[in-house]
């Protein structure tokens, strides 16, 4: 098993930038994908971005695209996404998310899931 903790959330105004950490423990790093979803009230989680084990293939959320990078640092446990320009609509509890084996963008694939980071964007 692994288990996730995420960090770097708070309050920024629109065009500002934040960097969200994911630090995991358990089985070995390298072996998981990972995925970053968000999920704001009354609305479902939704897909952000995700990595491939060794972190060559990514994909994101169309909105997010050319705004937001997720990257990895597998010698040390560690997922990031950092947050350029962001816009209100980013407002959500970000949360971090890890599958054995190959990257999904189905938010129902991940085994793993950490407690979330709130990240709110004023106008």
């Known amino acids: 098993q692994v288990q996730l903790v995420e960090s770097g959330g708070g309050l920024v105004q629109a065009g500002g930038s934040l960097r969200l950490s994911c630090a995991a423990s358990?089985?070995?790093?390298?072996?998981?994908?990972m995925g970053w979803f968000r999920q704001a009230p009354g609305k479902e989680r939704e897909f952000v971005a995700v990595i491939s084990r060794n972190g060559g293939m990514t994909d994101y959320k169309d909105s997010v695209k050319g705004r937001f990078t997720i990257s990895r640092d597998n010698a040390k446990n560690l997922v990031y996404l950092q947050m350029n320009s962001l816009k209100p609509e980013d407002t959500a509890v970000y949360y971090c998310?890890?599958?054995?084996?190959?990257?999904?963008?189905?938010?129902?694939?991940?085994?793993?899931w950490g407690q979330g980071t709130q990240v709110t964007v004023s106008s």
């Open positions: 998310a890890a599958r054995v084996g190959y990257y999904s963008t189905l938010r129902n694939a991940y085994d793993y």
């Open positions: 358990g089985r070995t790093f390298s072996n998981y994908a």
